[in-house]
Structures are given as C-alpha cells and as structure tokens.
Antibody
Framework: QVQLMESGGGLVKPGGSLRLSCAAA????????MAWLRQAPGKGLEWVAY????????DYAAFVRGRFTISRDNSRNSLYLQMNGLSDADTATYYC?????????????WGQGTLVAVSS | IVLTQSPGTLSLSPGERATLSCRAS???????LAWYQQRPGQAPRLLIY???NRATGIPDRFSGSGSGTDFTLTISRLEPEDFAVYYC????????FGGGTQVDIK
C-alpha cells in the first residue's frame, strides 16, 4: 500500500534552516505530483508547495515563496523541502502528500507528518 | 478565495445526519472543491473531490453537493469513527482550506 514517511523535523532557532525528507513506497513515485502541507498546533491546514513529476512545474504558497524550496529525486523515491529563514510562524507539523491528478489538485495520501518547532 | 466553514462545532449523536457547510468568498469554478476528515492525532483523509466525487474507499454515507460559492458535506448516519474535524479545500484559484468544522458526540 502507499506509504509516505517524513523525517528531518526538529527544534530550530529563528532564522535557521531545516531540510525535510519524505520517503515514498507502494506506488510509482515518478508518476505522481507531490506536495507539502502543514498544520500549526491546534490550527487548520495550509498548502505549502507543489511539484510536478519531472520537477518542471513548481508552485509555492505566498508565505513561503523565496524561503522554501521543494525538490524531488525520482531515483530515490524521495521528496524534499529545504526551509530557510524560519520564524515562529513556521512552527507546524509538515506533511508530504500525493496529488490526485494534474486536473484535481487534491491530496489523496498523506504521511504521518514531522514536527518543526521554531523557537529561541 | 477565502473559505468559511460552519458551524464551528456540530454536536450530534451516532446515527444522526450531519450537514456541514463551506462558503467561498467568490465562485469556485468547475466545482473544484474537496473535503477531508481528520481524526485526532492522524493525518487528514480525502473524502470528496470536485464537489461530489467520493475518493477511493470512502463509504457512501458521505456525500458532497453544491456549486458556485456554497458547498455541503453530508454524513447520512454518523458512525462512531466519524466524530472528527472536517475541512473543505478549493483548488480553482490557487489552493486554500477552510477553518474546519468539528463534529463531536452529543
């Protein structure tokens, strides 16, 4: 079955950087658009970034543009999120997810998430 | 597009019908609206996409309806595992989520 496993979260100081990884299994990763989403403690969901199968199309939410970079390595069945310039507002559980299709930008399978805490 | 979900909390008993609302600040074209369920401590689960289409494996007690700016998720008869938070998401103009509706046991 589809498995997504995020890693790389942790405690980081404001202004710091972190790189999240998502290991995929159980489906053809190279055929799937992928995304990162996040959820602050006790809050709702936010879409963060989105990447196409060959990395030719990438999009970001306005609040992370210029600070975060999404990438993928199809040979390793892995998705990444490089996060720079972190602030308190970025404290959240970060999820990787598969996208249903190029037409339907909805999220079919989700990992269990990795917690990023930004604090001095 | 800003999505407003109501009510914030819905208190119902197992077996009852739940009706959740999602209102958009402008028209959601092509009905590009989805619904998710999130149980405590778990990742969200896709229930409905394109307003009315059930995702794979979703029981038929879940149904979606609506168009334009007004959308509804209906759970025909609540099962114990349905008590959770529900989010709507639009994908016709970028991508945004509503604030959620908590369905709890009365």
């Amino acid at each position: 079955q589809v498995q997504l496993m995020e890693s790389g979260g942790g405690l980081v100081k404001p202004g710091g950087s972190l790189r999240l990884s998502c290991a995929a299994a159980g489906f053809t990763f190279s055929d799937s658009y992928m995304a990162w989403l996040r959820q602050a403690p006790g809050k709702g969901l936010e879409w963060v970034a989105y990447i196409s199968t060959l990395s030719t199309y990438i999009d970001y939410a306005a609040f992370v543009r210029g600070r975060f970079t999404i990438s993928r390595d199809n040979s390793r069945n892995s998705l990444y999120l490089q996060m720079n310039g972190l602030s308190d507002a970025d404290t959240a559980t970060y999820y990787c997810a598969t996208v249903l299709s190029t037409r339907h930008n909805v999220f079919t399978f989700w990992g269990q998430g990795t917690l990023v805490a930004v604090s001095s | 597009i800003v999505l407003t979900q109501s009510p914030g909390t819905l208190s119902l008993s197992p077996g009852e019908r739940a009706t959740l609302s999602c209102r958009a600040s402008q028209s959601v074209s092509r009905g590009y609206l989805a619904w998710y369920q999130q149980r405590p401590g778990q990742a969200p689960r896709l229930l409905i996409y394109a307003a009315t289409n059930r995702a794979t494996g979703i029981p038929d007690r879940f149904s979606g309806s609506g168009s334009g700016t007004d959308f509804t998720l209906t759970i025909s008869r609540l099962e114990p595992e349905d008590f959770a938070v529900y989010y709507c998401q639009q994908y016709s103009d970028s991508l945004t989520f509503g604030g959620g509706t908590q369905v709890d046991i009365k």
